[in-house]
C-alpha cells in the first residue's frame, strides 16, 4: 500500500474525508509535508476532544521543558545565534512564554465551558450556547527575532484550544530552532505537534497545504504573501505583523523617566522587536536635554563602549547588518545629524545604539520599519503636528505616549490608530496577558494572548436546543388568517 492510500485509509478510519484539493491531490502528493499534514488531520477528533486535565498536562510538560529541562540550552543557543545576554533570554524569550502558560492553565477550564446565551421570545421552548470548537490542523510561522517566545507563545493558545500543530521557526536562528525541535520531539508525537525546519522553500510548501488556521508574525510584506497563500484554502489568519511605531513625547512629560524607558524599549534586542519604538515625536523645547540625556542613559546601559557590553546583543546576521548600515550611511551623506553613535562592526554584526534627528521624510530611517538599533527623531512645535504625522501613515502595531497632560495623552488616543500601545512606558503590554494583542490593518489582523490567543485557535460553534413546541412550530404551510395574526404579533412585539 503506498503512502497516499494508507493516509487516506486512515482518514476514512476516523470518521473524515481526504483532503479536497479540486483535481489537485497530485501537486499536494508531492508536498514534502504531505504526510505530516495528513497524519495530523487523521488525528484533529482526537486531539480536539481531549479534556480539560489532558490540555493542562500537555501545558505542564512544556513550562517543565523551558523552565528546567532546556532553559540553559536556550539560552546558550540564543547566544550563539547572535549573543543575546542570558538575563535578556530569560526576559523576553522564557518568562513570557511561562506565564501564557500559567495564565492558559488558570483560566482553561472556563475558556472550553459552553458559554449560555439569551434566547429570544420569539424562540421560546429553546435555549443557545456557544462552543469553542478546535479549527483543526493549524500552521505557526515564526520570526527570528524573539524565536522561543514567538514560536512557543502561539503554540501555548493551539494547545489549549485543542488543536494539531505544525510549526515552522526562522532559519535565521538555526541554534535556536535545534533546541525548539528536541522540546517538541520531546515532548509530542508527529501527529498532534511536528516542527520541521528549512528555508524559505519550506514555509512557501507548507503554505500551499489547506491548513484550517494560519498564524504568522513577521513583516508586512510577507504578511500578505501568506493571507493570498491562505485565501486559495479560504484558511483563516491571525497576522502579527509591524510598522513604524511612534512614540510621543511632550513638554510635560518626565523625561528622564521617559529616555530611559524608551532606551530599554528601543535597544532591548538591538532593536530587533517588532513592538520597539521606531521613531519618536519630540517637543522642540526638549531637543537639547532629550540629546544629554540619551547620550548618559546609553552609558549608564551599556558602558561607554556597548561593543564590549556583555548586555547589548548583535544583529541577528549580515543581510540585516548591511541594511542597517546602510541607513547609517545614508544618514551621514543627507544631511542628516547623528547625534550618538553611528560606529558599527561588520566582522561581529555590531552597530552601535545611534540617535539621528533631522533624518528627511523620503529617507529609509523615516519610510522603513527600522527593526534594529537606530533611533530618529522627529521634532513637533504642537500636538496637531504629531497626531496628522501618525495618521498619514499605515496603522502602527503600537504607539506610546510620554506626558503628565491628560488633556494631550486623550486626545492622541482618540484622535489616531493602533494595534496596541502605552502611556508612560513602552513594549509592557505585550506582558499583560488580560489584553490583546496584534495590530490593525497593514500592522495585522487579529489577536493574541489569553483568551484572545485561544479564541483565535477556536472555531465559534453557535448551537441551539429546542425543548417544547415553539411559536416558529406553527407558522408552517398553509398559511391561515390565524397564522398571518401570529407573525403579524411576532413581527410587533419580538
Avoid at 505557526?140 to 522561543?148: A, D, G, K, L, Y
Avoid at 533631522?358 to 521634532?379: C, R, T, Y
Wanted: aromatic letters at 10%.
Amino acid at each position: 500500500m503506498n503512502s497516499f492510500s494508507k493516509n487516506t485509509d486512515e482518514l476514512h478510519k476516523s470518521g473524515l474525508s481526504p483532503i479536497n484539493t479540486n483535481g489537485k491531490m497530485e501537486e499536494l502528493e508531492d508536498n514534502p509535508f504531505y504526510g505530516i499534514f495528513n497524519r495530523q488531520k487523521a488525528n484533529q477528533l482526537n486531539i480536539g476532544n481531549t479534556t480539560y486535565k489532558e490540555r493542562l498536562k500537555k501545558l505542564e510538560a512544556l513550562k517543565n521543558a523551558l523552565e528546567v529541562d532546556y532553559k540553559q540550552k536556550l539560552r546558550e543557543a540564543l547566544y550563539a545565534d547572535f549573543k543575546k545576554p542570558f538575563l535578556e533570554t530569560d526576559l523576553t524569550e522564557i518568562y513570557p512564554v511561562l506565564t501564557e502558560i500559567k495564565f492558559a492553565k488558570s483560566n482553561l477550564k472556563s475558556w472550553m465551558k459552553d458559554q449560555k446565551v439569551d434566547t429570544p421570545l420569539a424562540l421560546l421552548g429553546a435555549s443557545s450556547y456557544i462552543k469553542h470548537e478546535p479549527k483543526g490542523v493549524c500552521l505557526i510561522i515564526s520570526p527570528w527575532n524573539f524565536p522561543i517566545n514567538l514560536t512557543f507563545g502561539p503554540l501555548v493558545s493551539a494547545i489549549a484550544a485543542g488543536n494539531t500543530v505544525i510549526l515552522k521557526p526562522s532559519e535565521m536562528t538555526p541554534n535556536a530552532s535545534k533546541v525548539m525541535s528536541e522540546i517538541i520531539t520531546a515532548l509530542f508525537n508527529e501527529d498532534e505537534v511536528a516542527l520541521v525546519e528549512g528555508q524559505v522553500e519550506v514555509a512557501e510548501n507548507l503554505l500551499k497545504l489547506p491548513f484550517n488556521h494560519i498564524f504568522f508574525t513577521g513583516s508586512p510584506q510577507v504578511g500578505k504573501i501568506v493571507m493570498k497563500a491562505a485565501s486559495k484554502h479560504l484558511s483563516s489568519v491571525t497576522l502579527e505583523l509591524g510598522g513604524k511605531s511612534p512614540t510621543i513625547i511632550d513638554a510635560s512629560a518626565n523625561l528622564e523617566k521617559a529616555v530611559e524607558k524608551i532606551i530599554f524599549g528601543k535597544f532591548t534586542n538591538a532593536g530587533q522587536t517588532c513592538i520597539a519604538p521606531d521613531y519618536v515625536l519630540l517637543h522642540s523645547s526638549l531637543k537639547e536635554k532629550f540629546t544629554t540625556l540619551f547620550k548618559s542613559k546609553i552609558a549608564e546601559f551599556y558602558s561607554d563602549q556597548a561593543e564590549q557590553s556583555e548586555s547589548y546583543c548583535r544583529i541577528v546576521n549580515q543581510k540585516h547588518f548591511e541594511r542597517l548600515t546602510s541607513y547609517i550611511e545614508e544618514a551621514k551623506h543627507n544631511g542628516s545629524n547623528i547625534a550618538s553613535g553611528g560606529a558599527f562592526n561588520a566582522s561581529d554584526n555590531y552597530i552601535e545604539p545611534t540617535l539621528v534627528f533631522e533624518a528627511p521624510e523620503d529617507s529609509k530611517l523615516m519610510q522603513d520599519e527600522i527593526f534594529g538599533p537606530i533611533l530618529p527623531v522627529k521634532l513637533y512645535s504642537n500636538l496637531q503636528e504629531p497626531v496628522d504625522y501618525i495618521n498619514s501613515k499605515e496603522k502602527p502595531l503600537a504607539l506610546y505616549i510620554y506626558s503628565k497632560n491628560k488633556k494631550h495623552i486623550n486626545y492622541i488616543m482618540d484622535n489616531t490608530r493602533a494595534g496596541s500601545g502605552c502611556v508612560n512606558h513602552n513594549l509592557l503590554q505585550f506582558l499583560n496577558h488580560n489584553l490583546p494583542f496584534g495590530g490593525s490593518n497593514n500592522s495585522g489582523i487579529g489577536k493574541s494572548h489569553g483568551f484572545f490567543g485561544f479564541e483565535a485557535f477556536s472555531n465559534r460553534r453557535a448551537f441551539m436546543k429546542q425543548h417544547t413546541i415553539g411559536a416558529t412550530d406553527l407558522l408552517r404551510p398553509p398559511y391561515t388568517n390565524f397564522k398571518q395574526k401570529l407573525i403579524d404579533l411576532t413581527l410587533k412585539w419580538f
